[in-house]
């Protein structure tokens, strides 16, 4: 079974400035995703970005990039010039797709972030 | 807005008593998830259904129960409902036939049981 740990329960980081946040994964596939959603006040849960495991490079998307190293099973989120809009729950999810359609998806326990102005 | 519509949105009611919650897919889509999330809790996986049938559960009670019309909307049914019922639940779906798939969520339901 895969796990997802966020060891950050909770940051903060000045607006404008950069943070990361951290995400390991336990598993023992080889080909599968990653992905970290944004989970605002509103409850609403917004795709941030999407990492295949089978690319080396890193994804990116605007201000949101990560860093993932396969091998040491980590995946993190950099938030580049943080925004107060950037206030927020942050989950990091794994996903293992299965032939037929099934695709088993495993949440992180999420990191409250907290912009300040 | 990621197209996946979710009715209610919040619903309060009693225990002991029965609710559905209705979930309209992003137009293609063909898979639909539900998850529950309790209070400052990730999110758990319920159950998962591709194109009307039932593709995979997760910790799903068995008071609860789902299924997915023929127009493929999706109805998640609670009942004998418990105080601990009480949480947000999403409804989520994506195309279903690839890899390369993301699950993309609706604004969720909130369920309060008092």
């Known amino acids: 079974a895969q796990t997802v740990t966020q060891s950050q329960p909770e940051m903060s980081v000045q607006e404008a400035e950069t943070v990361t946040l951290s995400c390991t994964y336990d598993?023992?596939?080889?080909?599968?995703?990653l992905f970290w959603y944004k989970q605002p006040p509103s409850r609403q849960m917004i795709l941030v970005i999407r990492q295949e495991a089978y690319k080396q490079q890193n994804a990116t998307e605007n201000r949101f990039s990560v860093n993932f190293q396969k091998a040491a099973k980590s995946f993190s989120l950099k938030i580049s010039d943080s925004q107060l809009g950037d206030t927020a729950m942050y989950f990091c999810a794994f996903m293992k797709f299965y032939s037929g359609g099934y695709q088993k998806v495993t949440f992180g326990t999420g990191t409250k972030l907290q912009v300040i102005p | 807005d990621s197209g996946v519509t979710q009715t209610p949105k919040h619903l309060i009611t009693a225990t002991g008593q029965r609710v559905t919650l209705r979930c309209s897919p992003r137009?293609?889509?063909?898979?639909v998830y539900w998850y529950q999330q309790s209070l400052d809790q990730g999110l758990q996986f319920l159950i998962q259904?591709?194109?009307?049938?039932?593709?995979a559960k997760g910790n799903i009670l068995e008071r609860f129960s789902a299924q997915q019309f023929p127009d493929l909307h999706s109805e998640l049914n609670l009942s004998s409902l418990e105080l601990g019922d009480s949480a947000l639940y999403f409804c989520?779906?994506?195309?279903?036939?690839?890899?390369?798939?993301?699950?993309?969520f609706g604004p969720g339901t909130r369920l309060t049981v008092l």
């Open positions: 989520a779906s994506s195309a279903g036939g690839s890899s390369t798939d993301t699950q993309y």
């Open positions: 259904y591709y194109n009307g049938e039932e593709r």
């Open positions: 137009s293609g889509d063909l898979s």
């Open positions: 598993t023992s596939e080889n080909n599968y995703y």
